[in-house]
Nanobody, 123 residues
Framework: QVQLVESGGGLVQAGGSLRLSCVAS????????MGWFRQAPGKERESVAR????????VQADSVKGRCTISRDNAKNTVWLQMNSLKPEDTAVYYC????????????????WGQGTQVTVSS
């Protein structure tokens, strides 16, 4: 069983930056594909970014491309999401997730989830 704990969310003005962290425990972190998702009130959960076990393959959603970077350190059991040039529409609860699949296609193919961290971007 893998436990994921996110941190780093908060209130930031538009144009600002945040760095979200997710620390994993209870499993072999280096074997999992890791992803960041977000869910705004009244909206479906959407994928933000994904990174494979080695960190060599990263995928970002079009909505955040050029503004967000996902990275990981397997020695620290940690994955990060660096978010720059934040917009009010980035406001959401951000979730970290782990998948045993090399290329998970949807949120349903992730096996473990964190509790989420709130990001609020004011205009």
């Amino acid at each position: 069983q893998v436990q994921l704990v996110e941190s780093g969310g908060g209130l930031v003005q538009a144009g600002g930056s945040l760095r979200l962290s997710c620390v994993a425990s209870g499993g072999t972190f280096s074997t999992y594909t890791m992803g960041w998702f977000r869910q705004a009130p009244g909206k479906e959960r959407e994928s933000v970014a994904r990174i494979d076990w080695s960190g060599g393959n990263r995928v970002q959603a079009d909505s955040v491309k050029g503004r967000c970077t996902i990275s990981r350190d397997n020695a620290k059991n940690t994955v990060w999401l660096q978010m720059n040039s934040l917009k009010p529409e980035d406001t959401a609860v951000y979730y970290c997730a782990a998948s045993r699949r090399v290329v998970p296609r949807s949120h349903s193919e992730y096996d473990y989830w964190g509790q989420g961290t709130q990001v609020t971007v004011s205009s």
